[in-house]
């Protein structure tokens, strides 16, 4: 599996952007997808899920109501839609998916395969 994340920049604070995944090498429309983010020094960090049929997603608590993930499974796809970024959003934003379809979507280790991460950087 090949996960090719793009979208990312540099951004005012309260600016937008959205983050695309492309996913390739197995069944998109099977599984759950996520996203996270990590900070210099920093572990990284959960910020959304969706479910592989896009019917349920879940947010960390630091993004709900800011940020809005979403999939296109015909174009084998996931969205990161981020609005009123802050400065402490800053960091290298990571799309994953999820074979075994842990209960644990929060968890780094829930995730089998990572793209390469792309970088948010919003001033304040």
């Known amino acids: 599996v090949q996960l090719q994340a793009s979208g990312g920049g540099l951004v005012q604070a309260g600016g937008s952007l959205r983050l695309s995944c492309t996913a390739s090498g197995r069944t998109f429309n099977y599984y759950g997808m996520g996203w996270f983010r990590q900070a210099p020094g920093m572990q990284r960090e959960f910020v959304a899920r969706?479910?592989?049929?896009?019917?349920?997603?879940d947010y960390a608590d630091s993004v709900k109501g800011r940020f809005t993930i979403s999939r296109d499974n015909a174009k084998n796809t996931v969205y990161l839609q981020m609005n009123s970024l802050k400065a402490e959003d800053t960091g290298v934003y990571y799309c994953a998916m999820s074979i075994r379809r842990s209960i644990a979507y929060d968890h780094v280790s829930a995730y089998e395969f990572w793209g390469q991460g792309t970088q948010v950087t919003v001033s304040s």
């Open positions: 969706i479910v592989w049929s896009g019917g349920s997603a």
